[in-house]
């Protein structure tokens, strides 16, 4: 079983910055891809930025240039700096985890974290 839990977001000024992370317990967390995702009221929830075990990393076209998705396995946590923040970042962020071995999150998801970015 995998725990995540999501913390470091809240109000922030548009072009302003906030770092999220992304701390797991349990087995194998290197071996598994972490994904954030985010869901505005009334919208459907969107994949904002991955990456596997190995390193790799993908972004929404929306967040590309802004966000960096990075991850620390020695202490089982991944983080997701948002820079250049905008009002339509505005949503709950969640992190999901892969099975092990894996590359694709969405197995294991924490209860998210609140982004709000004034204009």
């Known amino acids: 079983q995998v725990r995540l839990v999501e913390s470091g977001g809240g109000l922030v000024q548009a072009g302003g910055s906030l770092r999220l992370s992304c701390a797991a317990s349990?087995?194998?967390?290197?071996?598994?891809?972490i994904g954030w995702y985010r869901q505005a009221p009334g919208a459907q929830r969107e994949l904002v930025a991955s990456?596997?075990?190995?390193?790799?990393?993908n972004y929404a076209d929306s967040v590309k240039g802004r966000f960096t998705i990075s991850r620390d396995n020695a202490k089982n946590t991944v983080y997701l700096q948002m820079n250049s923040l905008k009002p339509e970042d505005t949503a709950v962020y969640y992190c999901?985890?892969?099975?092990?071995?894996?590359?694709?999150?969405?197995?294991?998801w924490g209860q998210g974290t609140q982004v709000t970015v004034s204009s």
């Open positions: 999901s985890g892969s099975a092990a071995g894996t590359n694709w999150p969405g197995r294991y």
């Open positions: 349990g087995s194998s967390f290197s071996s598994r891809a």
């Open positions: 990456i596997t075990s190995g390193g790799n990393t």
